[in-house]
């Protein structure tokens, strides 16, 4: 069946960087775009950025951009982010989820979601 | 930026009929996707493109889009069905995705 697991959260100090990882599996994962959503505790859905297929298109929430940095291994089917110069307001359950795009239709949405990794940004 | 606008909560009695909205200007010229999602687990679609049905969801589940408003209806609501819910777009002029605030579902 399809999956998505992440792994790499924790605790970490303001500042400083940290690396997720989404182990993608039941589907060909070179086919799909890939995306990173996070939720605050206690909060609603935010999305982060999206990567095409082939990574060769990659767009960032305003909240992320210039911080964190979305790539992937098709070799390996693993989604990947780099967070840098993170903040307390990053702190967040964040999940990978796979792109579903009706074609000519100009939309798409998420179809499955991981179970989220937990990062936590405090001294 | 587009934004979409969601109520808090939204209560129903066992077995009745609730109904979730998503407001946005002009959100009948998209497409919305709905998501549940029950304490302490990952969001879960629902409804995608308006008002299709992923493999699994029950028929209870519908949705429909016009104007400025969305809405998610589930039917002969179960205590199940208590969980947030959260609609989604997809803004192309920004290449963004943009999530509702979420609505807490509760059934009585």
């Known amino acids: 069946q399809v999956q998505l697991v992440e792994s790499g959260g924790g605790v970490v100090q303001p500042g400083r960087s940290l690396r997720l990882s989404c182990a993608a599996s039941g589907f060909t994962f070179s086919s799909y775009a890939m995306h990173w959503v996070r939720q605050a505790p206690g909060q609603g859905l935010e999305w982060v950025t999206v990567i095409s297929y082939d990574g060769s298109n990659k767009y960032y929430a305003d909240s992320v951009k210039g911080r964190f940095t979305i790539s992937r291994d098709n070799s390996k089917n693993t989604l990947y982010l780099q967070m840098n110069s993170l903040r307390a307001e990053d702190t967040a359950v964040y999940y990978c989820?796979?792109?579903?795009?009706?074609?000519?239709?100009?939309?798409?949405?998420?179809?499955?979601w991981g179970q989220g990794t937990l990062v936590t940004v405090s001294s | 930026s587009y934004e979409l606008t969601q109520p808090l909560s939204v209560s129903v009695a066992l077995g009745q009929t609730a109904r979730i909205t998503c407001g946005g200007n002009n959100i009948g010229s998209k497409n919305v996707h709905w998501y549940q999602q029950k304490p302490g687990q990952a969001p879960v679609l629902v409804i995608y493109r308006d008002s299709n049905r992923p493999s699994g969801i029950p028929e209870r589940f519908s949705g429909s889009n016009s104007g400025n408003t969305a809405t998610l209806t589930i039917s002969r609501a179960q205590a199940g069905d208590e969980a947030d819910y959260y609609c989604?777009?997809?803004?192309?002029?920004?290449?963004?995705?943009?999530f509702g605030g979420g609505t807490k579902l509760t059934v009585l």
């Open positions: 989820a796979r792109n579903i795009a009706a074609a000519g239709t100009g939309t798409r949405w998420f179809d499955p």
């Open positions: 989604q777009v997809w803004d192309s002029s920004t290449a963004c995705v943009v």
